[in-house]
Each structure stands twice: as structure tokens, then as C-alpha cells.
């Protein structure tokens, strides 16, 4: 079973419709990531850059990701930020080897937070601290100081450490997203 068919199982399999949203810089590995996800014989090893519109997109059991690359061209932005407000969670990849650029991670989720369709959502919020097998990687409390994660006030937050290459740590990620996403259903009906 792959892990979204588990996710699905956790949620209640048929009861609820989910989308998750999965972004983050480019080469941050959310394609491999979506690929992990899948069951063994659907995983396509893709290695290319996703290019423009053409973003993943994953769906199983009323489960579905779509992955974007959130530092893309302006009039890409536009595109999937029409997406905020169906998600009913967001995965937040970060390269954790790419101290650089952990500036601009954060600047994008920043404004991702703050975007009139996402803030003050009670939206459960997964951080991957991707890529915790490359040399110099930050641990992920490194990780969450550099993204200002304790900041965040309005919605439950979460980080892991992830290597998306191997599968580690993906599922006690998305066991944490699965729980969120069951405890908001059960409040809201
Ligand atoms: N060492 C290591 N490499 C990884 C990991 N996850 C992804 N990669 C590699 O990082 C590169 C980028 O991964 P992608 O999944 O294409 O990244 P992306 O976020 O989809 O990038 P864009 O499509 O350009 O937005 C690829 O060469 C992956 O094999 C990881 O956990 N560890
Ligand atoms: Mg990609």
C-alpha cells in the first residue's frame, strides 16, 4: 500500500473529499515527494524539473495533491493561488541543504500565509525538511527557526525531516496531516 493510500484509510476511506496543496521552492523535491507518495507500481522516478503549468498532480481514494513550485514566474502565481481555497492542507517542502535559499523559502511562505484566501484558516500546515540525508543538511529545528514556523498562530503547524529519495520520515508526516485533517472534519460536522 502506498502512503496516500493510507492516508486515505486514515481519514475514513469514501467519507471525505481532500485536497492538499504541496509547495515550495524548485528543486526542493516535491515531485519525488508526490512520486513516495503513490503506491510502488504507479511511481513514475521522475528527475526533471517541473516546468510551468504543467505542476504534479496525484489523486486516490478522494485524496488529491497537486505540487507547484511557488517561486515560478508571476503569472504562474496567479494560477495556483486560485487553489488556497479548496486546499484543506498545505505541505510545505524545503530543501534543508540549501541554506541560501532558506531566506526565500520563507519569504514565499510567508506570503502564502498571508494571502487573503489562507490566513486565519484553521488550514493544518506540514513542513518537510527535505533532503535530511545531504551533506550539511539543518536539523529541522534549524529549519523552523530559519522559516520563523513559531510565529505562525492561526494554523497547527508541523515539521519534519524528510529524504524523499528513501521515503524517511514521509509517513510520520503525513500520519500528523492525517490526524489534523480528521480532528477539523469531526469538528466541523
Ligand atoms: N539527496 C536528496 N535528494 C533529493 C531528495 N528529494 C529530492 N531530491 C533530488 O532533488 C532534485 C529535485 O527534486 P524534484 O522532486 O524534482 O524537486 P521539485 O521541488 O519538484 O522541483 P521543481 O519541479 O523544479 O519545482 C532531484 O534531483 C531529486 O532527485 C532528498 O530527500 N534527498
Ligand atoms: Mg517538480
Known amino acids: 500500500m502506498g502512503l496516500l493510500d493510507k492516508l486515505s484509510v486514515w481519514l475514513g476511506r469514501g467519507r471525505t473529499e481532500v485536497t492538499v496543496l504541496v509547495l515550495g521552492l524548485d528543486n526542493s523535491g516535491k515531485s519525488t515527494l508526490l512520486d513516495a507518495l503513490r503506491p510502488p507500481e504507479q511511481r513514475v522516478h521522475h528527475s526533471q524539473p517541473t516546468v510551468g503549468q504543467q505542476q504534479d498532480h496525484f489523486q486516490s481514494s478522494g485524496v488529491s495533491f497537486s505540487a507547484w513550485d511557488v517561486s515560478g514566474a508571476p503569472r504562474h502565481r496567479a494560477l495556483w493561488e486560485r487553489h488556497y481555497r479548496r486546499a484543506h492542507a498545505v505541505i510545505f517542502v524545503v530543501d534543508s541543504a540549501d541554506h541560501l ?4 523559502a520563507r519569504e514565499e511562505l510567508e506570503l502564502m500565509l498571508a494571502h487573503p484566501d489562507m490566513f486565519g484558516r484553521r488550514l493544518p500546515l506540514l513542513v518537510f525538511a527535505n533532503k535530511c ?5 539543518l536539523a529541522p529545528m534549524q529549519v523552523a527557526a530559519a522559516l520563523g514556523l513559531e510565529r505562525i498562530t492561526d494554523k497547527p ?5 524528510s529524504n524523499a529519495l528513501s521515503g524517511a520520515g514521509l509517513t510520520d508526516g503525513i500520519a500528523w496531516l492525517a490526524r489534523q485533517i480528521r480532528d477539523l472534519h469531526i469538528q466541523h460536522h
Not at 101 to 104: A, E, G, K
Not at 157 to 161: Q, S, T, V
Request: contains cysteine.
Open 101 to 104: 535559499r532558506l531566506v526565500v
Open 133 to 137: 540525508d545531504a551533506n550539511h543538511a
Open 157 to 161: 503547524w508541523h515539521i519534519c525531516a
